[in-house]
């Protein structure tokens, strides 16, 4: 019974964060994640006026979690594209922040995790010889704590895979795991059915080019 | 989205479209004029907003009306509000400032350097001390190779700037290491007793170092332990010297972490095969055990304990000068116990707590038959045990500056029995330091501080100021002085026979500048130290000597030009006299090279995962002294210039689901001739060169780390 009572107060939770959502959040949002995983978008300048975007967007709703999510996806997605490794630390410093802000409206949440993950190999390359030890450990404790808190999240295996496939082998990297892992992603990636047209659903298609790279 | 509530929104937007839209634009630069591109516009509480381009511009429109609130923010600029009028139709000019965080300030630099992960514009890394070719993983041996140490390596201890090793303090987290080094024999090194990878940060002070310490004349080397590992592991190694093992375990809620290491080294087979000079009669073997405990009491508070027990016993037997066609033996067994306790706390306020305490001790036991003639063998028994603690408070005050009071005393007890006489004695040090870290502006930075000290031994008490001051130009130059006056101890071996002696001075003067690129670092400095005060112990023991030292010294370090490809150079130009001990009057020291260079090579090679290191050492001829010149001669003749080249190679792989590595490392390569300097006979007819006792160390390795990648660690180990 408590349980229930639990659940319903839950549904009814969930329900009024849904009603909360306005027509122009939603449409905003619709535009601006539809074309995420599109080529156009991987450039460090599409992607810092995306980030900015979606911090538009954050800072005007306060309540929501998944705009200041993608603003911390698309700005260490930026930090890892980066040539100059000197502007990786301050921009990942962003995106934690956004990231930070994002969990406090959504604790324990996977996808939330999958970033964190990210944003410790973004750290990483910074440079790799000192900092190996510390954010590749952090990298793959996020990934498994993104496994943990929803095993059906196809993005926790699409990073394991990629870590494998670019990490040296006598580090731990192994093509064949790669693409094993990578297959498993896109099986997860069928099954996975985003909890809304704005709900993280990135990745498929990078998925499918590491999958290649991984059979050469 | 379904093309129904696509519809919806499209129903509900079209209103919107028929109000008035203002267009809002304008530019955004720098206080420079610079354009800001990558920057973002937004109206506060709407979705409207832009980011500007590269030309710095931004434009967009807006159904807001009237007074609205604008914000521009930029990564590593402060953001900015401004109240704007959306009617207004005007062009924003809109400046922002350089954020001032952490990483820009400038920081105190005279006279250090810093290799630490938790900071920028370090110039080194943690790492970089133990991936240097030929240093073998020995803290005080990569620091040769920076500017400002000499290469001296017929004796233990850095020697820096024209001054001896003694004059060199190391401290681990605080606390006082009065041994660091392995006992030697005599015209054989020890080297440093604990492993570079306990250490996450370390800083090594060439001079003009904090008034936090003291007892130092010219330089201190300060180790600061890590605070809790990324996992637990274990490891094993071999080599052809010897063998180690050890655990290092982190708890599940990743608050507590143990660890223990063994290793025993045994010289005694690589000395069957190659030969040394002086062949060994006792061992040479170490055993060595360590331990460590590290526990966070809370969210701000660390406990650590760390210590060490070693025990050595080693001898060789030499060809007498004094008595050709005999032998003479010397034979040494060591005892040597280290442990460090702190604690660290935020007590509120903006007030932090640090708790140290420290117990060591020391014995040497030497059996030495040196002279023959000697009714019978001489045994010579040093033991010196020393307690400490030290308290600090320091305070933040603002976002950069800081605060800090603090506290230490020691109580050494310094026994020592040649055969059956006996010269002990004991002393209570007691010192007290304020220090403060004050920011002018974030790039003019001054340390004022000032160390008060009193040892009972000597029954005086020293005061010693500390000034340094730091101007950052822009964002990879600074400007830096240091000023400050050190006070220590004579050595115990002259305490021991006359307690009238009074402390050691040395003042410092140093002026620096340092370029810190992410692929570069430049860096110059000039220094001048005079000493007063230092021991005679002719024609009795006393305090009438003196001297100085000054030098210009050069860093270069490139990451960038040669791909896979990592480099420094460093070079010391060092003057310096001094009257000392038995010196009739000041002339350059037996341990003082006037130029020193160092260049050091890392290459690596990711498609057969190697490591190759090279490194390259050079030191002009030193002084020695030569009893067949006259008086006025005295120390006049030099040495053969140093030349030691060392390689090293290490290849990385995995053994089943261990990471393994194999090293191979050879010192003095090419074989150069080394000479530190000659031993005369006492009628001055028969002299011996000082020289390595094996030319050329040739040392094989294989490591293997189950559980945590530490194959990073090992491949620089060598």
Known sequence: MKRFFLAFLLTGTMATAAMAQSAQYTDAMTKQTSDLDSSSTFNPDALQQKGNTFERIADAEKSQWLPYYYAAYTQVMQALMLKDKSQVDPIADRSEANLDKAEALSPKNSEIACIRSLIATARLTVDPMTRGQKYGADAAAQLQQAKALNPENPRVYMLQGQSLLYTPEQFGGSKSQAKTTLELALAKFAAFKPESTIAPHWGEGYTRMMLQASQK | ?????????????????????????????????????????????????????????????????????????????????????????????????????????????????????????????????????????????????????QQTNDREGLFVRGGTGYETQTL????????????????IPGRGRFSPFLFKGTTFSSGGYSAQYGQGLSSALILESIDLPERSSSSVGVSVIGVNAGVDNLSKDKKTSYGIEADYTNLAPYFNIVKPKNSPNLGPEIIGTSANFRHKTSRTGMLKFYGYGNWTKMGFNSNSLEYPGYTESFKLRNNNVYTNLTYRENIGHDWHLYLGASFSSNTDNIDADTLLKNPAPSLIKVTSNLSQSRVMFYKNLGRFSVLRLGGEYQYVEEKSAFNQNKANYSDNYTAAFAEGDIYFTPSFVGRVGGRAEYSSVLAKMDFAPRVSLAYKLNNYSQFSVAYGDYYQKPEPQYIRFDRNLGYMKATHYIVSYQRVAADYTFRTELFYKKYKDLVKTVPYYNNNGDGYAQGVELFWRDRKTFKNVDYWISYSYLDTKRDYLNYPYRVQPDFAANHTASIVYKHYLPKITTNLGLTYSFASGRPYYNPNQPADKFMSDRTITYN????????????????????????????????????????????????????????????MNFGIDRRQDVINNL
């Open chain 2, 1 to 149: 989205m379904s093309s129904i509530s696509r519809y919806l929104c499209l129903l509900m937007f079209t209103p919107l479209f028929s109000l008035a839209q203002s267009k809002i634009s304008g530019k955004v630069t720098d206080s420079k004029k610079h354009p800001l591109p990558g920057v973002n516009i937004a109206l506060k509480g709407s979705y409207d907003g832009a980011t500007t381009t590269a030309d710095g511009s931004f434009s967009f429109t807006t159904s807001a009306t009237g007074d609205q609130v604008l914000s521009a923010t930029l990564t590593n600029y402060q953001p900015l509000e401004l109240k704007i009028n959306t009617g207004s139709g005007e062009q924003l000019n809109i400046v922002l400032k350089n954020a001032v965080n952490a990483l820009r300030v400038v920081t105190i630099s005279a006279g250090s350097f810093e290799a630490s992960d938790d900071k920028k514009g370090t110039v080194l890394k943690p790492l970089d001390i133990v991936t240097t070719a030929g240093a073998g993983a020995d803290i005080a041996n990569a620091i040769k190779t920076l500017p400002g140490a």
């Open chain 2, 172 to 187: 681990i987290d605080g606390m006082l290491v009065r041994n660091p080094f392995y006992s030697s024999l005599p015209d």
């Open chain 2, 644 to 703: 030691a080249v060392g390689v090293s190679a290490s290849y990385l792989t995995s053994i089943r689901k261990a990471f393994t590595i194999f090293v191979l490392s050879v010192s003095n390569a090419l074989g150069n001739k080394q000479v530190f300097g000659y031993h005369y006979s006492t009628d001055g007819l028969r002299r011996d060169e000082v020289v390595p006792n094996v030319p050329r160390f040739i040392y094989l390795g294989m490591f």
